[in-house]
């Protein structure tokens, strides 16, 4: 995987709001400044480097989140890109590696620049967010070195949650992709 592989991928995401365009700005800005996108060393070495999200999203409005252990915070399984890896094979691996998977890979659809919290904290994840189809019957085997829990949520649980508890950006997602609509939670 190639920094102008990336650059494509990124260049062909429409956003949805303004911050998602910040972030695309911000983002092709930083990958016409490098050659490297990889987390070489962790946590935080180099301090900026390229994530992939998996959201395994059942037809019937559910999404799969796990209890991250490091960041204190329900998320979307995933992983950082490793050196020469396409974002897409990133999320195919993490599903596999973190519930043990097999899902469908498409384009991203979402992009998002995060300053870390918890125990990794101080760096930045430049997320590519990837939507599969998955649904409660499938066998989920967690890394339980990773996550605390892994829970499906319905809308109008997430409507009622506390957004604290979430990636800052994980609503934003949900409206974009139609999972929420704006009137429904204002986060």
Aim: net charge negative; aromatic share 8%; hydrophobic share 40%.
């Amino acid at each position: 995987m190639s920094v102008p592989a990336v650059v494509d991928l990124v260049e062909r995401l429409d956003t949805a709001d303004l911050v998602e365009a910040e972030h695309k700005t911000d983002t092709l800005r930083w990958l016409a400044g490098t050659t490297d996108v990889f987390r070489r060393i962790k946590p935080d070495t180099p301090p900026r480097h390229l994530v992939s999200y998996v959201v395994p999203i059942e037809g019937d409005g559910n999404v799969l989140l796990v209890d991250h252990v490091n960041a204190g915070l329900w998320l979307p399984p995933g992983g950082h890109v490793e050196p020469g890896e396409h974002p897409a094979d990133t999320a195919r691996r993490e599903a596999f590696e973190e519930l043990g998977l097999r899902v469908t890979v498409g384009d991203p659809v979402f992009l998002t620049v995060t300053e870390t919290i918890g125990i990794d904290r101080g760096h930045t994840d430049v997320s590519l967010w990837f939507p599969v189809a998955a649904h409660q019957g499938q066998r989920i085997r967690p890394d339980q070195r990773e996550f605390a829990a892994t829970r499906w949520w319905s809308a109008d649980e997430l409507t009622s949650a506390d957004p604290a508890r979430f990636d800052p950006h994980f609503f934003r997602f949900l409206r974009k992709i139609g999972f929420l609509r704006k009137a429904e939670v204002v986060r």
